[in-house]
C-alpha cells in the first residue's frame, strides 16, 4: 500500500508533467496556425502556377495523347520514387503508423525499381521494419523558414536522377488536414508532366472564357512554370504535413492531458482517505490514551 509520503511524490510528478503537457499542446496550437496560414498563401500562388501549365500543355496538344500504357510491362517495369514526409518528435500518435502502412498498400503492388525518399527520422525506421528500403534521408525542418532548403535539397537529387535517367515517376506521401480536427493520408503524382498529369488536374477550370495562348519563348516559359510548380508544390506538401503533425500531437496531448486529471483525481482521493485514515488513528490513539489515564486515577 502506498504510503502518504509517496502519494506526495506522485501527484508532484504527475503536476509537472501536466504542465508539460500544457506547454506542448499550447506549441502545437501555436503551429498549426502558422503553417494553414502558409497553406492558405500558397493556394493561389500553386493554382495559378498549375493553370499556367495545364494552358501550356493543351496549347503544345499533349491532352489528345493517349494516356493508358500499350501493355501492362510498360506499366509494371516504371522506376518510381516515393518522396515520404513524417515526423522527427514523438507524441504524435499514429502519424507515422498509418502514413508507412499507406505507403507500403501503395508500392506493394509495384513491381518495377522502386526508390523511397523520407523526411524525418522516425518513417525510415517504420518502412524499414516494414521490408522496404530506405534510399535517401532528409531533415525535417523545423520552421516555416526553414522549408525553402529543404525543397532546395529535394530538387537537386530530382535534378541529379532526371540526368541519369534514373526514376521515371514521382510520388508524394504525406498526411494532410481534411477537416478541424482530423487529418487522413494523401497520394499525388508529382513528376512527370505528361498527359496523365494533365488529366489529374483536370478539374482546374480556366477562369475566363477566352481560350490562353503561349506568347514569347516557350522553352523558357516552361522551364520557369515546371520550376515553380515543383517548388511550390513540395513547399505546399511539406506544410500540410507538418500542420498534420501538430495537430496529431494536439490531439496526443489533450488526451494526455485528460488522463493526467484522472489519475491526479484517483490519486487524490487515495490520498486524502489514507491521510483521514491516519488522522482517526492518532485520534483513537489519543482517546484511548486518555481514557486509560482516567481509569488510573
Known sequence: ?????????????????????????AMAAANIGQYEIAMESLGDYWT????????YLKNIGLENLDVQPNNETKK?????????????????????????????????????????????????????????????????PNSIKAITALIGSILVQVEENREKGNVDEYYLFHNHLINEGSYEQEKSRLFPLDAKWLQEKGQLKWPTQKQPEVIGDSGKLIRR??????????????????????LSRLNAMQRAEKNIEELLDEIGHTYHRLRQSSIDEELFDVVSGFTALNKDN
Open 225 to 246: 512554370l515546371i520550376r515553380e510548380y515543383l517548388f511550390v508544390t513540395l513547399y505546399k506538401t511539406c506544410t500540410e504535413s507538418l500542420a498534420s503533425e501538430n
Open 48 to 55: 495559378n502556377v498549375s493553370l499556367g501549365l495545364v494552358a
Open 76 to 140: 509494371t517495369n516504371k522506376s518510381v520514387c516515393a518522396i515520404v514526409f513524417g515526423s522527427d518528435q514523438g507524441f504524435v500518435g499514429q502519424f507515422n503508423d498509418s502514413l508507412s502502412q499507406y505507403v507500403l498498400k501503395s508500392l506493394g503492388t509495384h513491381q518495377g525499381r522502386t526508390e523511397i525518399w523520407t523526411v524525418g527520422v522516425r518513417v525510415p525506421l517504420l518502412l524499414t521494419d516494414m521490408g522496404l528500403t530506405v534510399t535517401k534521408q532528409f531533415d525535417l
Open 1 to 25: 500500500m502506498d504510503s502518504l509520503e509517496s502519494l506526495t511524490r506522485q501527484i508532484a510528478g504527475a503536476k509537472d508533467l501536466d504542465s508539460i503537457v500544457r506547454t506542448m499542446k
